[in-house]
T-cell receptor, first 113, second 114 residues
């Protein structure tokens, strides 16, 4: 049973526009959420995170929104740049002494110049 | 600078052979993890360790083993390689108790089992 779901395998956006990547989760014990970015032939790199006590976290062009009641989070990239083209993974941490992350399957973002 | 490295970066082996993938981190992190990435599955946890001599099974541990004899290294062994283990393998680490979430990943090892 997939606990973290990224239902869009791919997304194409024009340069300069907003990219919105979505993630849904099923486990109400998740207390911390992260987004990772992955380029081909490289390891995932941490992008931005949000604690379950917040509903928004912003870092430059990247903003993550958390809707706990809907068990939904989203990553907004504004404005999108060609260098943002990558696979984005949503991940969740379940706390309670665990340091494991549960990852979604990823969304491949293509930013078209 | 502190870092996490994996070796080899590419490996071709034959079915039935034993293969060991190395992971080394210089952050002095207590927690280390091994994942595999396959198309349509994202990142799946194979094994993890929360400290020296501690090892735990993850979601897809069958056919794999790890050992943690020091803080810096967590080698992943495929006891008898199978074609289903063709994948890209990532090692990650994170600080220990009291720290939430963020894991730092190595560059990956691409393994082909023929």
């Amino acid at each position: 049973d997939q606990q973290v779901k990224q239902n869009s395998p791919s997304l194409s956006v024009q340069e300069g526009r907003i990219s919105i990547l979505n993630c849904d989760y099923t486990n109400s014990m998740f207390d911390y959420f992260l987004w990772y970015k992955k380029y081909p032939a490289e390891g995932p790199t941490f992008l931005i995170s949000i604690s379950s006590i917040k509903d928004k976290n912003e870092d430059g062009r990247f903003t993550v929104f958390l809707n706990k009641s809907a068990k939904h989070l989203s990553l907004h990239i504004v404005p999108s740049q060609p260098g943002d083209s990558a696979v984005y993974f949503c991940a969740a941490h379940s706390g309670a002494g665990s340091y494991q992350l549960t990852f979604g399957k990823g969304t491949k973002l293509s930013v078209i110049p | 600078d502190a870092e996490i490295t994996q070796s080899p970066r590419h490996k071709i082996t034959e079915t039935g052979r034993q293969v060991t993938l190395a992971c080394h981190q210089t952050w002095n992190h207590n927690n280390m993890f091994w994942y595999r990435q396959d198309l349509g599955h994202g990142l799946r946890l194979i094994h993890y360790s929360y400290g020296v001599h501690d090892t735990n099974k993850g979601e897809v541990s069958d056919g794999y083993s790890v050992s943690r004899s020091n803080t810096e290294d967590l080698p992943l062994t495929l006891e008898s390689a199978a074609s289903s283990q063709t994948s890209v393998y990532f090692c990650a680490s994170s600080p220990g108790q009291g720290y939430l979430g963020t894991q730092y990943f190595g560059p990956g090892t691409r393994l082909l089992v023929l």
